[in-house]
């Protein structure tokens, strides 16, 4: 009870995650994957046109915005194969591997020189290309990932040097302010931008801010507001072990980090009207920027226009000034833009259905870019029922959906597009209130995974994800964007595909 406490966890939280490892989470009952027509909107040139405008016209007349970047994760997944490398018994790559391209083409990556440097500091002088051809790959490779070297492996994703530019290099954080900058420009000149980052990682960041900051500010003409803030120890849950009994070392509970559903916390705290949500990883040179900022102000100036009509409809009904032809036309802007319906739309008359509509009308909404498939990995969007009968727009992952159900294999084999994370939020009612964010939250979509700790196998609680249940009761669009506005960096030798280069 003291260790809970501490953590700002109740009793009955705990007892009810232990009864969710139990009981499990239900699979989604899906009614189709979204495509293009069936709740993927594909604007026309002339719709874009007029939307960029309205984004203009939004930050012109003082409108704010902010953008919310998940940056807690550390960068050990990207250098798998080097951590393998360095691990093996082989002292040099095998031909063909992701290990032995990175190390012939380490002159293109934009942490040469940084390593180079690091390497002649630490081997006597010898530089990258002096220990590989004297065949000590496995040093080059050392000073990539290990605490000796330049410490990738344990840094954070969004501190690693991944692009060359005029002004020198950058890495992620670096060029997620610079984006916002160029799209994301107060009035009155401010970029505003919120980075949720790991404890152990903050002052790292903090460090690397106050020198970005002010040069970008001084290049850019703009004042950058830079806030942080941890994942909260209260949104952590707690493992258990297979038999589902409490998980412990050394008599204390372990508890792990709820995932990014537990972000929702976080951007609750927020205090912003509109909001831009991208991972840290999915950033672009000056060079190839253009799609990725032409379609954030797509995204976003759609989403204003379908806030002014949300608000418009929400007058007509506080008004009392509504039709039955008007009341039909609200019905058919949910099923059109919002892709969502329910009995209610065709069984609820005069006051009944406007009470109802009002309801549904005055919510959280956001617009997802969504991109074709090309073989890139991601989340897909669907539309799927919920509890109260209604069907809405959601992004799945694979592991909400029963795959034992042949129905449900063939609407996934449909699916056309794929979530990229690149979503734009409004998270204030039509009369500038906040939404409490926590409550339109679908507890029953998070998920059950396996872990071990110290070599002991344990469960695990994800939460609902930030993009997928802890938006579930949002008003929801999905927007086609080009797959030219996703560069995510997965592994390291993803930056040396051509869009990571200048």
Known sequence: MAQLGQRGVSEETLLSQVERFKTGFPYLKIYDSARPGEGITVLTPQEQDAAVARWDEYLAKGGDVCKFVPASGAASRMFKSLFSF???????????????????????????????????????????????????????????????????????????????????????????????????????????????????????????????????????????????????????????????????????????????????????????????????????????????????????????????????????????????ASLEEIVAFLRERFSFDAPELSNLKGEDLATYLRVKLDRPMRVCGMVRNEGEPGGGPYITFNADGSRSLQILESTQIDLSKPENREMMAKATHFNPVDLVCYVKDHEGRKYDLPSHVDSETGFISSKSLHGRSLKALELPGLWNGAMSDWNTAFVEVPVSTFNPVKTVNDLLRPQHQG
Do not use: C, W
Not at 185 to 199: C, E, F, I, K, W
Not at 211 to 240: F, H, L, W, Y
Not at 277 to 285: E, F, H, L, S, T
């Open 86 to 324: 360095v691990d093996g018994e082989e002292a040099t790559a095998a031909a063909g591997s992701d290990v032995d391209a990175l190390l012939k083409d380490i002159h293109n990556v934009a942490f040469f020189e940084e390593l180079d440097a690091q390497l002649r500091h630490t081997h006597d002088g010898k530089g990258v290309d002096q220990l590989l051809a004297e065949g000590a790959q496995k040093e080059v490779v050392k000073g990539i990932i290990s605490p000796e070297g330049l410490n990738y492996g344990n840094l954070p994703k969004g501190l690693l040097t991944f692009h060359t530019s005029e002004n020198g290099t950058r890495t992620p954080v670096e060029e997620q302010l610079v984006e916002g900058a160029q799209s994301a420009r107060q009035a009155d000149g401010t970029v505003n931008m919120h980075l949720t980052v790991s404890p152990a990682h903050r002052e790292a960041f903090t460090r690397k801010l106050s020198e970005a900051v002010p040069a970008i500010e001084s290049r850019m003409g703009v004042k950058i507001n830079v806030t942080m803030s941890e994942q909260k120890a209260s949104t952590d849950t707690v493992a258990v072990n297979e038999d589902n009994s409490l998980f412990r070392e050394n008599g204390q509970l372990v508890f792990r980090p709820g995932g990014h559903g537990a972000l929702i916390q976080n951007l609750n705290d927020l205090d912003a009207t509109v909001v831009f949500i991208k991972n840290i990883d999915n950033v672009v040179p000056d060079s190839r920027r253009e799609s990725t900022l032409l379609y954030k102000k797509i995204i976003a100036g759609y989403l204003i226009e379908l806030h002014d009509k949300v608000s418009a409809y929400i007058d007509i009904i506080d008004s009392r000034q509504y039709s039955e």
